[in-house]
């Protein structure tokens, strides 16, 4: 990239027009959300038995892995304007390649590269797709979806295979020592920062927005929009491979129906974290604290036994709220900015001299 769209720093911005500061770093969408996430933790360590507890934490980051996962390239595809719905579907048919290619004799660890590679291959596929090709991403991969899980039956059928080496499904699972937070949260830690750097203090990510307010512009100021979108799929389907090979270890299991109905979770968490689904908004730490928050609610859901059924409508509702809301309150600031200068036209024709 030979030059980069310069950011502004909104928690000092003014309005031009009104004269007004704009809103602080904790107005914004993401930190809200962190504050939601940290209130709901209380009331629920508070008020719902059993939650605080350190098999609570552990069964409950456990859940969180594969949506955290696949929701850190998810994001910045989203930041771009675009979308992957194949990202569970790319998911099940890394657990297919791993079970087949393990039960076929293979090395585990000859298995899993394969596996993850199909997945890198499955997202490379869409990159020139949506990029190169300039077809829709949500036809692209909605298409890609019901290919990739159909690859995945046509891989492994109806069967199942497990007895996967207990060194690796026990460390799946495993907690590190006197807590109850689990082993693989420690490289999980390492990715968000890792997104979160290349999203936030990088050119690279500055791109990432910049494609996603206009891509004409993004071009115009030297970003590769094309080689950059097919990158982001290439890192979104190596990741959720991984989140399959993950899948495929913890439940100790490989199926050609893992994951199925991941990507309804990662969209909604990604959303309800301050990522506009139109583009050029979003940040890692919000989306982090949406997927926690609703893996804290399902989980919470749970330990009253409720079922699957409402967890679905509940993820759903989140889904539409995370997309409503923000035009709802985009609406009541333009309003308010339209009253502002209203009044000020107002008061600039009271003070005319007669």
Not at 87 to 103: H, K, N
Not at 228 to 236: D, G, M, N, Q, R
Not at 243 to 260: C, K
Request: with cysteine.
């Amino acid at each position: 990239m030979s030059s980069t769209p310069t950011t502004v720093d909104t928690s000092t911005a003014v309005d031009v027009d009104t004269g007004e500061k704009g809103p602080r770093w904790w107005a914004g969408r993401d930190a809200i959300m962190i504050f939601i996430l940290v209130a709901f933790l209380l009331y629920a360590v508070l008020f719902i038995p059993r939650f605080a507890s350190p098999v609570t934490t552990g069964f409950l980051l456990l859940d969180v892995v594969p949506t955290l996962l696949i929701a850190l390239p998810m994001t910045l595809i989203i930041i771009t304007g675009e979308i992957d719905l194949s990202v569970a579907s790319i998911a099940g048919l890394s657990s297919a390649v791993m079970g087949v290619l393990w039960a076929a004799g293979s090395g585990i660890w000859v298995a899993i590269g394969i596996a993850v590679l199909c997945g890198m291959v499955a997202g490379a596929l869409n990159g020139l797709l949506v990029a190169y090709l300039g077809l829709p991403s949500l036809a692209v991969t909605i298409g890609t979806l019901a290919l990739y899980r159909g690859l995945a039956l046509v891989v492994i059928g109806d069967n199942a295979v497990a007895n996967f080496p207990p060194a690796l499904t026990a460390w799946a699972s495993s907690k590190i020592p006197g807590t109850g937070i689990p082993a693989v949260m420690a490289p999980i830690v390492v990715l968000v920062v890792v997104f979160g750097l290349i999203l936030h203090k990088t050119a690279f990510g500055r791109g990432i927005y910049a494609m996603g307010y206009s891509k004409d512009a993004a071009r115009f100021v030297g970003i590769n929009v094309e080689r950059s979108k097919l990158l982001l799929y290439i890192t979104s389907g190596l990741v959720s491979a991984s989140a399959g090979v993950f899948w495929t270890l913890r439940y100790t299991s490989a199926r050609s129906d893992n994951a199925s109905g991941l990507e309804l979770l990662v969209i909604a968490a990604v959303l309800l974290g301050g990522v506009s689904i139109f583009g050029g908004k979003g940040s890692i730490p919000g989306v982090v604290a949406g997927v926690l928050l609703i893996g804290s609610l399902n989980y919470a859901l749970r330990l009253g036994r409720i079922s699957d059924v409402v967890l679905v409508t509940v993820t759903g509702l989140l889904l539409i709220a995370s997309v409503v809301a923000p035009s709802i309150g985009a609406g009541i600031k333009r309003l308010r900015h339209d009253r502002s200068i209203r009044n000020r036209v107002v008061r600039a024709q009271q003070e005319e001299p007669e």
